[in-house]
Structures are given as structure tokens and as C-alpha cells.
């Protein structure tokens, strides 16, 4: 069982930047994809960003390309979630999830992750 706990949400400004964690408590850490989600009030959990077991790949969706960063440290078993130039449209419950494998593609199907976290809030004031 993979418990994963984020940490680094909070209240900004837009255009602002801020750095969401994901730390696991796996071992095997390096062994697990990792994908960022995100859902606003009102709706539904959206894919963010994913990245592969050793870091090769990297997918992000279409509204945060660009901005956001996702990265891992297999080391410290912890992913990361650098997000720039930050809009009113961001704001939303950031999730980390974990699954074991990998596809070729964007891996951004929430219900192929195996393991979620508790979410930490990001608010994005105008």
C-alpha cells in the first residue's frame, strides 16, 4: 500500500509561482508512474501533468503546458509540481497519484492510478 501525502499548496496571486510536493512512503518508489490531478469546485478531477517511472517522459495537459513543471527526486521518493505564471483558472485541490507500469502516451487516465493523496489546496486570487 502506497500512502502519498502532498504539502506546498496555498493562497497566491495570479501570476505568482508555487511548488506543490508529493512525498511517498513506498520504497519502491521509482518503480510507480506519477500524475498530477486537480478538481475545482464543481468539477470534475482533471489531469494536470504525469511522469514516468525514470523521469524520461513527461506529458502535460494543454492549459498548463508551458507553465507548470513536473519532476521527481526517486532519491527522496517525491515528486514535484513547479507551477509558474499562475491563473484564477488554477485554483483547485491538487492531487498526486501513483500507478505501477507505463503506456505509450500521455497516461493522464485518473482511473489508471492506483494510489491517490489527500490533496492540498491552491488558490489563485485575481
Known amino acids: 500500500q502506497v500512502q502519498l501525502v502532498e504539502s506546498g499548496g496555498g493562497l497566491v496571486q495570479a501570476g505568482d509561482s508555487l511548488r506543490v510536493s508529493c512525498t511517498a512512503s513506498?520504497?519502491?518508489?521509482?518503480?510507480?508512474?506519477m500524475g498530477w490531478f486537480r478538481q475545482a469546485p464543481g468539477k470534475e478531477r482533471e489531469f494536470v501533468a504525469t511522469?514516468?517511472?525514470?523521469?524520461?517522459?513527461?506529458y502535460y495537459a494543454d492549459s498548463v503546458k508551458g507553465r507548470f513543471t513536473i519532476s521527481r527526486d526517486n532519491a527522496k521518493n517525491t515528486v514535484y509540481l513547479q507551477m509558474n505564471s499562475l491563473k484564477p483558472e488554477d485554483t483547485a485541490v491538487y492531487y498526486c497519484?501513483?500507478?505501477?507500469?507505463?503506456?505509450?502516451?500521455?497516461?493522464?487516465?485518473?482511473?489508471?492510478?492506483?494510489?491517490w493523496g489527500q490533496g492540498t489546496q491552491v488558490t489563485v486570487s485575481s
Open positions: 513506498e520504497r519502491t518508489f521509482s518503480s510507480y508512474a
Open positions: 511522469i514516468s517511472q525514470s523521469a524520461i517522459y513527461t
Open positions: 497519484a501513483a500507478k505501477m507500469g507505463w503506456v505509450s502516451g500521455k497516461n493522464n487516465n485518473p482511473w489508471t492510478y492506483n494510489y
